[in-house]
């Protein structure tokens, strides 16, 4: 006899369709006790931790504990949840800073060593400060936009499939380019038959 699998999903199911009551099934779960190992001095050690961008497994290493007790003390200390979060907001606000700059390009200063001539016969090194542009990320900026207005950018966005068939080859190459050239991107021209 062949054996049969099924999902985890389905014995829920059908608990639910047997008339179960709700607070039975909640009763199910696994509630967490304080075992005494958390200490209120942990709680600026997270906020330390994650504001060096520890992950959930390095704060949990350096308690010396595993990573499902680290998730009870979230799940049960809601002081503990909050120094972890608010530790983490500071690495996120930079890494949102720096998506935003790689989004829309940005200049910043180098320094440089080249060689001047003094004399006929001598040359030293000089270093000068260079002022350098880094373009923008064309990943970066579909992300951007993507995450900040998904109305116009989102991935399930309706493009209006109406009006894109009634339109000519060179039409929708044009609406292309617009696009691009409203986000700053450099758009040749494409050549007949290429």
Same mark, same amino acid.
């Given at each position: &006899?062949?054996?049969?699998?099924?999902? +985890?999903?389905?014995?829920?199911?059908?608990?639910?369709?047997r008339?179960?009551?709700?607070?039975?099934?909640?009763a !199910?779960?696994?509630?967490? !006790?304080?075992?005494?190992?958390?200490?209120? %001095?942990?709680?600026? !050690?997270?906020?330390?931790?994650?504001?060096l961008?520890?992950?959930?497994? %390095?704060?949990?290493?350096?308690f010396?504990?595993?990573?499902?007790?680290?998730y009870?003390?979230?799940?049960?200390?809601p002081?503990?949840?909050?120094?972890?979060?608010?530790?983490?907001?500071?690495p996120?606000?930079?890494?949102?800073?720096?998506?935003?700059?790689?989004?829309?390009?940005?200049?910043? &200063?180098?320094? %440089?060593?080249?060689?001047?001539? +003094?004399?006929?016969?001598?040359?030293?090194?000089? +270093?000068?400060? +260079?002022?350098?542009?880094?373009?923008?990320?064309k990943?970066?900026?579909?992300?951007?936009?993507?995450?900040?207005?998904?109305?116009?950018?989102?991935?399930?966005?309706?493009l209006?499939?109406?009006?894109?068939?009634? &339109?000519?080859?060179?039409?929708?190459?044009? &609406?292309?380019?617009?696009?691009?050239?409203s986000?700053?991107?450099?758009?040749?021209?494409?050549?007949?038959?290429?």
């Amino acid at each position: &006899m062949a054996a049969t699998f099924e999902p +985890v999903a389905e014995p829920a199911k059908r608990i639910l369709k047997r008339g179960r009551p709700k607070r039975e099934l909640e009763a !199910q779960v696994p509630t967490f !006790q304080d075992d005494g190992s958390f200490k209120p %001095e942990f709680l600026d !050690q997270a906020k330390t931790l994650a504001h060096l961008g520890a992950t959930d497994a %390095e704060i949990a290493d350096f308690f010396g504990i595993d990573r499902i007790k680290f998730y009870q003390w979230r799940h049960t200390r809601p002081d503990f949840r909050q120094a972890v979060m608010h530790g983490r907001e500071g690495p996120d606000d930079r890494v949102e800073r720096s998506l935003f700059e790689m989004a829309g390009g940005y200049d910043y &200063m180098e320094q %440089e060593a080249i060689k001047v001539r +003094v004399s006929k016969d001598r040359e030293e090194v000089q +270093v000068v400060d +260079v002022r350098r542009h880094q373009p923008a990320d064309k990943v970066a900026a579909i992300h951007w936009l993507k995450q900040r207005r998904k109305e116009q950018w989102g991935d399930n966005v309706d493009l209006g499939r109406q009006r894109l068939e009634g &339109m000519s080859t060179a039409e929708l190459e044009k &609406m292309l380019a617009d696009g691009l050239k409203s986000l700053g991107y450099p758009v040749a021209k494409v050549v007949e038959g290429s």
